[in-house]
């Protein structure tokens, strides 16, 4: 596979400020291999114009339950107790593998569509979650979602393990595994330093939601008399790359401690502000020096898929409640939905820039519409006024997944139809 | 005009629950005709299949300033004053009429591509922006925003009643020529009873920004001892159809006021969230018994006209606000961005719901998209999930603005570049 793109503005986001170049880019295999003139001996196979066309790195969707899809718009605007409990746990006992592959194949067509390359996944079924990025051609960091610290969850312990066996680097090295214990409220201490333990003999990261909300934070003092943090860190979680969604509800005190065990916060706007749990404390995390990237959490509690949404958001949210209109700039709030989710994943060696040597994983934004005009700043119009829709094509590991809104690893309406088909018979079983 | 909408999914809007229908629509002349079985004697010049799609009332954008799209992505991320004194007011001093039409084009063509039939605004050049609206085919409530308690500024009361000859009900009665104040920090208090006496004079709605910031309350207070709504109460505005902007910072009892006095609210998440201003107190106003509607404010302050994202942040914002996953449920939101601005505007006895007899303003939304997969309610999906891009066919007033995404009253093209060349000759210019 060989790919020119002639003649495009390249948004690099390698570095502090926000850099341009107009120039020609080659992609060789799953590579970037020029960014500039043509080399004399490079023949591409596809040829895709650039001129008016921006192109960024492609979206990192740092933390999400993407099978979840299967669950959206079938409960909303419900306390979060009775839309956990009572609308979606008794749902989410049904699920088969068969649902979960269908609900992850109806994600993958949307975040492709929206300009997302990577997602972070803690779920179940995990094999066929990588089944689906697989043969979809996106890039995951999977990890099967530990709760409950009973028993039988040991033999989930034993699963992780075996997924990673299965599963770390496959997929020419798409997938990687990491290991997901749900939540300080649902993983107790023992376990979570088994947890820890695994994480350090396979040498992978863990992916945990912390301090989502005010009454996990009480629950965890009224058990432990500590922060969901402290508790986290006194298992020894930190001692592995850990990155942690939400952070909503977190102490002066917990930041320091969050920065100096270099713990990645997931950002996650519209799914605390849709459960009410609040705003995250995101420029003091930035100010201490935390790396934070963007996630969209599970399309039953959001309800989609949107990076765009996450970013918009988060330059929006922030500067309401921080009472000031400088806070999380444009250019802060896509360098956290790009090379920061890479820092997370742990990947960002390989992707999260556009850069020569890194993998082709981009995307290409149409900005010939209305809402891109005049042209006076492509970084504000990418964060305050472009769509999900405004993405034209996207390339992952060097291979187009989408081409002038054509998805083309997968068949869209049947995924639609399979996802329908499964949530409605799910729905309607006993 | 005779138009059929065959076998689409109906959402009227006309109720305090959704109600949908699933049945053919006609279109007359500048009216619905029929929503059901077509009449014998109905012939259709144009036929729309409305399978896998929904209607719904075109939304209505209740407060903008859309000639300022010229002057978007151009001063970001900046503290407000230095936003407002040191970038915005310069440049608005060097606008001429021609300037005002190109940015205006602009945003109508913006409007309708995310499904907007109608909207309110408060600028100057209005002749400019009416021959736009006339143009195009979009509806309009203009207002001379009038600002400075200065001599000259009896002119622009003189403007003001010219313009509500010359335009209002013009364009087959899509435009309304109502009175614009623009805030009450910039408008003394005989100049702001003057307004309200042409207001009354001529039977016309005053449309006005209130309680926008703190800095304007204190201000107020330190002039009057009273809070902005009560200074623009005790001035005789609210005697008037009167429609105010932004009230972030308002009281309880500037909430019975505004209540008692049936002043409608248009709520601007989108500009209080970036300038840092905070959160409305939507739902002790919607508890109060307030029409709340909603708007974009100008582009350069949002930087779009993107009234899904502005519904999106109502149902989201809130809840957090709120701290409760309850607050402004999504129908809540949507009747804002519908029926609740048609009453703002006083047109709501011929638009903001699809109802026989009304006006033809209807949007077709195409739900054949993964992120409205599965189909479980529409209207949480329309909430959270939809992007502006779904609009694929945009009515105003009987006649096609939009087609499968083609703008068929402006040209598109050249409305992107005028606009670009104005806006550049503009900021080059000294």
Redesign the interface.
């Known amino acids: 596979m060989s790919l020119l793109i002639k003649n495009a503005t390249i948004l690099t986001m390698e570095s502090d400020e926000p850099e341009f170049l107009v120039a020609n880019l080659g992609i060789q295999g799953n590579r970037i291999v020029f960014i500039g003139d043509v080399p004399d001996n490079f023949k591409a196979v596809t040829e895709i114009d650039g001129t008016d066309k921006v192109i960024l790195p492609g979206l990192i969707n740092s933390h999400s339950h993407i099978a979840m ?2 669950l ?3 409960a ?5 107790w009775t ?1 956990l409990n009572d609308r979606i746990m008794p749902l989410e006992h049904k699920l088969t593998g068969a649902d979960i592959y269908a609900g992850s194949m ?2 993958i ?2 975040m492709i ?1 929206s300009g997302i390359t990577t997602f972070a996944d803690m779920y179940f079924f995990v094999d066929e979650i990588a089944q689906a990025v697989k043969e979809t051609g996106i890039r995951a960091n999977l990890s099967r979602g530990l709760v409950f610290n009973i028993p039988e969850d040991i033999e989930k312990l034993d699963e992780s393990v075996e997924l990673f066996y299965k599963w770390n680097n496959a997929a020419d090295g798409r997938i990687k595994i990491d290991i997901g214990p749900h939540a300080p409220y649902t993983c107790g201490p023992d376990y979570l330093k088994k947890i820890s333990k695994i994480a350090k003999d396979l040498d992978i990261g863990v992916h945990i939601h912390i301090s989502e909300s005010r009454r996990e934070v009480e629950e965890i003092y009224s058990l432990y008399k500590k922060s969901p943090v402290e508790y986290v860190r006194d298992c020894g979680i930190f001692e592995n790359r850990t990155y942690a969604a939400h952070c909503v509800k977190v102490t002066d005190d917990d930041i320091k401690i969050l920065a100096n065990n270099n713990v990645s916060v997931m950002n996650n706007p ?1 799914s ?8 995250a404390p995101v420029s003091k995390m930035l100010d201490a020096g935390i790396n934070i990237s963007l996630g969209t959490d599970g399309p039953a509690s ?5 990076m765009f ?1 996450e970013i ?2 988060t ?3 922030n ?2 409640a ?6 999380v ?2 250019y802060t709030a896509l360098k956290m939905a790009t090379i920061n989710g890479a820092k997370a994943l742990g990947i960002d060696n390989e992707v999260g820039t556009v850069t020569v040597g890194k993998k082709a994983d981009l995307i290409i934004i149409d900005m ?4 891109f ?5 492509i970084v ?2 990418l964060i ?2 472009a ?4 993405v034209c094509s996207v390339i992952c590991d060097g291979r187009l997944l989408m081409r002038d809104r054509q998805l083309l690893t997968l068949d ?1 309406v049947k ?2 139809e399979n ?2 088909v ?3 018979k799910m ?1 309607n079983s006993k």
């Open positions: 899809s299967l959206r718009h079938y909303d605007d419900l306390p979060f839309w109806l994600s067509a949307e569509r519209g605390n502000l849709k459960f009410g749990n609040g705003f959001n309800n989609n898929l949107n949404e918009n958001l330059a929006l949210v500067k309401a921080d009472h000031s209109p400088t806070s700039p444009a010939n519409k209305p809402h005009y005049p042209k006076l700043n504000s119009s305050y006024s769509q999900a829709s405004d869209e995924v639609c996802a329908d499964a949530a409605k729905i």
